[in-house]
């Protein structure tokens, strides 16, 4: 068997397509989605993040600002500036850049984002939205895993998933997928530790890995004949990218698989303009 491959790119290009109407309707009426970035000093990874934000945003006639601030930047001061664009009637959305400097306390700065603002879904109350089942806006690298779950045309009613790491991403991940019904064990680094990761593999009829400790983590031979493998991790290795999963020998036995990169990936940042026009909208209602 030889897997087939979940690719990001032509689900994000159809869901811009989507959204590209939707903006247009908005524009009609005088009103042009715009998301603010917010980055704290310098990073490298969030600057490739910010470059695919502006340019997709720009392509899409989403309106989009980043705000530079210095990495001496107190918590008071970032802060008082994130409450500023909460005030601001012309952002819609609102992300700030991870990771932050060290001196500085993320969780605490993102649930000070409004929550009709909060486009990345990570703030304590968009969080607590997930969990009570009744959110507007959805994280978007959990919302991407979804999308590619809802393009294979899979119920997941009943299925087997194992879901390996419950982090940032895992936890709303997990509580996204439970709408569905599926059967869903949680595992992580501690259940590789115990030695009982493979067990717990090898009966998922979905597996889905978000724990980005170690390339090859998950070894191909234990992923279930016609199984769904959607490797979230992105994993150095010298120049190139790894996940959690051995691909090759694993997408001898899965029925659909995500390619590392080119699975998740591309998705992230079309879910991030599908909240800020999600955001623009129900600004409007309030």
């Not at 009609?28 to 989605?33: E, K, L, Q």
């Not at 809802?150 to 790491?165: H, P, Q, Y």
């Not at 290795?237 to 899965?254: H, L, N, Q, S, Y």
């Amino acid at each position: 068997m030889a897997a087939e491959l979940l690719k990001g790119k032509p689900l994000a290009d159809a869901i811009k397509a989507e959204l590209s109407k939707e903006i247009e309707r908005l524009k009609v009426a005088s009103i042009t989605p715009s998301l603010a970035s917010v980055q704290v000093g310098a990073n490298e990874a969030s600057a490739v993040y910010i470059g695919s934000q502006r340019k997709q945003c720009e392509a899409m006639g989403i309106s989009y600002q980043l705000h530079e601030l210095p990495d001496t930047t107190s918590q008071a001061d970032l802060h008082s500036f994130l409450e500023r664009l909460n005030s601001d009637s012309a952002v819609n959305g609102i992300i700030l850049q991870l990771p932050l400097p060290p001196s500085l306390d993320a969780r605490a700065a993102q649930g000070i984002i409004s929550l009709r603002k909060d486009v990345d879904c990570l703030s304590p109350a968009s969080l607590g939205m997930v969990l009570m089942g009744q959110a507007r806006l959805a994280p978007c690298t959990p919302s991407s895993v979804l999308e590619l779950i809802k393009s294979t045309g899979v119920d997941l009613r009943g299925k087997e998933i194992t879901l390996v790491g419950y982090g940032a991403v895992g936890r709303p991940l997990a509580m996204l997928l439970l709408r569905d019904y599926p059967t869903l064990t949680l595992c992580d680094i501690g259940t590789s530790e115990r030695g009982h990761l493979e067990e717990h593999v090898r009966r998922a009829e979905v597996l889905i890995t978000v724990i980005g400790a170690k390339p090859g983590l998950i070894k191909g031979a234990w992923v279930r004949e016609g199984a769904m493998v959607i490797d979230v991790s992105i994993i150095r290795v010298g120049e190139g990218i790894k996940g959690d999963v051995e691909f090759e020998p694993a997408a001898e036995r899965a029925a659909f698989i995500t390619p590392v990169p080119g699975g998740v990936g591309p998705l992230t940042v079309a879910m991030l303009l599908r909240n800020t026009v999600e955001a623009t909208k129900w600004q409007r209602e309030a």
